[in-house]
T-cell receptor, first 110, second 114 residues
Framework: RKEVEQDPGPFNVPEGATVAFNCTYS??????FFWYRQDCRKEPKLLMS???SGNEDGRFTAQLNRASQYISLLIRDSKLSDSATYLC???????????FGAGTTVTVRA | DARVTQTPRHKVTEMGQEVTMRCQPI?????VFWYRQTMMQGLELLAY????????DSGMPKDRFSAEMPDATLATLKIQPSEPRDSAVYFC????????????FGQGTRLTVV
């Protein structure tokens, strides 16, 4: 079983819609969580960290559910520029290594 | 604007040739990662270093791949001999080395082995 699993999508949504997707992780010792964004043929870039209490950054909301071992990302009022692959990233306690999911592709159409 | 720098950006080589990829981490970052990305496998961790010492290279095929940090400003990834299945984008990333902090990626080296 992979350490981090994501629904690959694609999620194809109209502008202005809300889109949400999850990521599950297998290691209960995981401690830190992130969402990265990767545009086509570009490097991954940090979108936001995910905190235990959940957090928002503008139109983006991240949630963590430790009991069920998943994190989620919700995008409100989708923009064309939100079209990208969203990578779920997990870091274990006392480990520097970042484990990446395979990514969820989101396409926002006009 | 601090960034991770990778060279070359693109490399086309023939099977059997040696390939060397270089990475300059962000100044002050003491953790360096090498990832490989393909359509089939996604981002795979090949190796990572902390304070120039290799901590984990279990993701790397040892018979042909080697990773080093000759100094704090340079990390290298070598493939010898290269094979067509090595074709991928190789990313270097660096971080501050604190648990639970993010990594910053370079623009990658797109390697094609023919």
């Amino acid at each position: 079983r992979k350490e981090v699993e994501q629904d690959p999508g694609p999620f194809n949504v109209p502008e202005g819609a809300t889109v949400a997707f999850n990521c599950t992780y297998s290691n209960s010792a995981s401690q830190s969580f992130f969402w990265y964004r990767q545009d086509c043929r570009k490097e991954p870039k940090l979108l936001m960290s995910v905190y235990s209490s959940g957090n928002e950054d503008g139109r983006f909301t991240a949630q963590l559910n430790r009991a069920s071992q998943y994190i989620s990302l919700l995008i409100r009022d989708s923009k064309l520029s939100d079209s990208a692959t969203y990578l779920c990233v997990v870091n274990r306690a006392n480990d520097y290594k970042l484990s990446f999911g395979a990514g969820t592709t989101v396409t926002v159409r006009a | 604007d601090a960034r991770v720098t990778q060279t070359p950006r693109h490399k086309v080589t023939e099977m059997g040739q040696e390939v060397t990829m270089r990475c300059q981490p962000i100044l002050g970052h003491n953790t360096v990662f090498w990832y490989r990305q393909t359509m089939m496998q996604g981002l795979e961790l090949l190796a990572y270093f902390r304070n120039r010492a290799p901590l984990d290279d279990s993701g790397m095929p040892k018979d042909r791949f080697s990773a080093e940090m000759p100094d704090a400003t340079l990390a290298t990834l070598k493939i010898q001999p290269s094979e067509p299945r090595d074709s991928a984008v190789y990313f270097c990333a660096s971080g501050t080395g604190s648990f639970g902090t993010e990594a910053f990626f370079g623009q990658g080296t797109r390697l094609t082995v023919v």
